[in-house]
């Protein structure tokens, strides 16, 4: 099967190019003379960071929500994403890793990502505060094991008592340590940076505004080489502005767009549930209903994508941050994000405006 069009790759765009592909693999990338439509293609979208879409969640841990919410967010370009919890009793975080661990091992999602409970009050966001604790070794340990692999990758804040040691567990299982919800000072969070953290959650959000005194947790991030920091470009955890200045500052190699979506992409305005807190959806945005904290989002890795392009963000640089560096992150480079010789086909057309107008994975439309 060959599919021409604008092909975006790591190192730019074939203008006039096709993808080619055998099976479930893509076997070449090229130019050709035939004329194409001047629709692009990209490979298949990468979210790290999801929490559900199309009315379903993955925060309860039920297998059949988790499908549905996967189909959602396929038809709208990502074949590949976590399922990510929110802080939650222990009792759950197991439950979920034995429902989720079939559906990796099935490769309808590429592993699970527990956003908590290992996180600061005094920055949890819509986390539910009854629920934060301190890193257990012992709950990590037997989650991981439990997951057979599935456990791809844990949220914690490093100034929590045993966080560095948590670190170090986690990269010992190959397991990705990220930096969230966290009240940590400069000198923390490179700690934690130095004892295997390699991503920053939602990057700006859940962690107190740099101060040119006191830089904080996002100062840190951005100037660490080997770490990845989370974007959320839905216009309301961060400015254009600040999304440009933070993609221009890292680069695309070291931002990973991502959705934190919640079980309200793609439906009505309304009440729904987060981690058992009620939250509201008004106009795109999710607030906590109690104090009106952000709470995820309604976006999609496509919309994340136009936005990104339209702050300035070159569609190759945009095109990698949602796609390429989500997957290196979670150690799937060699897999999937990148439409080159060798990885599965996963990609996606999109016209003109950047809209979605299909899917495949694994060389299969959708």
Same mark, same amino acid.
């Given at each position: ?58 925060? #309860?841990?039920? !297998?059949? @929500? +988790?499908?549905?919410? $996967?189909?959602? &967010?396929?038809?709208? /370009? ?46 949890c966001g819509a986390q539910n505060p009854r629920y934060l604790r301190d890193p257990s070794l012992d709950e990590l340990a037997t989650l ?44 923390? #969070?490179?700690? !934690?940076? @130095? +004892?295997?953290?390699? $991503?920053?959650? &939602?990057?700006?959000? /859940? ?7 006191e830089p904080g947790p996002v100062f840190a991030l951005l100037g660490a080489p080997e770490v990845v920091c989370e974007l959320v470009a ?88 949602? @796609? ?43």
């Amino acid at each position: 099967m060959r599919i021409a069009g604008r092909v975006v790759t790591p190192d730019g765009v074939v203008p006039d190019g096709y993808v080619q592909i055998d099976g479930a693999q893509v076997i070449r990338v090229g130019r050709t003379k035939k004329v194409h439509d001047g629709h692009w293609i990209v490979p298949g979208f990468v979210d790290i960071h999801v929490h559900g879409g199309g009315g379903h969640t993955f925060t #309860t841990g039920d !297998a059949t @929500a +988790a499908r549905l919410a $996967v189909d959602f &967010h396929r038809r709208h /370009g990502t074949t590949t994403m976590l399922a990510s919890l929110v802080s939650s009793p222990y009792d759950l975080m197991v439950d979920a890793t034995e429902a989720f661990a079939p559906l990796v091992a099935e490769g309808v999602l590429a592993g699970i990502h527990f956003e908590g409970p290992y996180l600061s009050l005094a920055r949890c966001g819509a986390q539910n505060p009854r629920y934060l604790r301190d890193p257990s070794l012992d709950e990590l340990a037997t989650l991981v094991d439990l997951g057979r692999g599935a456990v791809r990758m844990v949220t914690l804040a490093p100034e929590r008592d045993g966080a560095l040691q948590a670190i170090k567990l986690l990269r010992e299982h190959d397991v990705v340590a990220a930096i969230g919800h966290t009240d940590a000072t400069y000198e923390q #969070t490179l700690a !934690a940076v @130095a +004892a295997g953290a390699t $991503v920053g959650t &939602h990057l700006f959000n /859940g962690m107190p505004p740099p101060h040119h005194r006191e830089p904080g947790p996002v100062f840190a991030l951005l100037g660490a080489p080997e770490v990845v920091c989370e974007l959320v470009a839905d216009g309301f955890h961060l400015h254009e502005g600040t999304l440009a200045f933070a993609a221009g500052l890292a680069g695309p190699r070291r931002v990973a767009l991502v959705t934190d979506a919640v079980a309200a992409a793609g439906m009505p305005d309304g009440d729904y549930e987060l981690g058992g807190q009620l939250v509201q959806v008004a106009g795109n945005a999710v607030r906590l209903a109690r104090n009106g904290a952000i709470a995820g989002s309604t976006l999609t890795m496509a919309e994340a994508l136009r936005r990104t392009v339209h702050a300035g963000v070159s569609m190759v640089d945009a095109v990698r941050m949602a @796609a390429t560096t989500p997957a290196r992150a979670i150690g799937l480079g060699d897999t999937a994000g990148s439409l080159r010789p060798e990885l599965r086909a996963d990609l996606v057309v999109l016209d003109e405006q950047l809209r979605v107008l299909r899917v495949m994975r694994a060389g299969v439309w959708l």
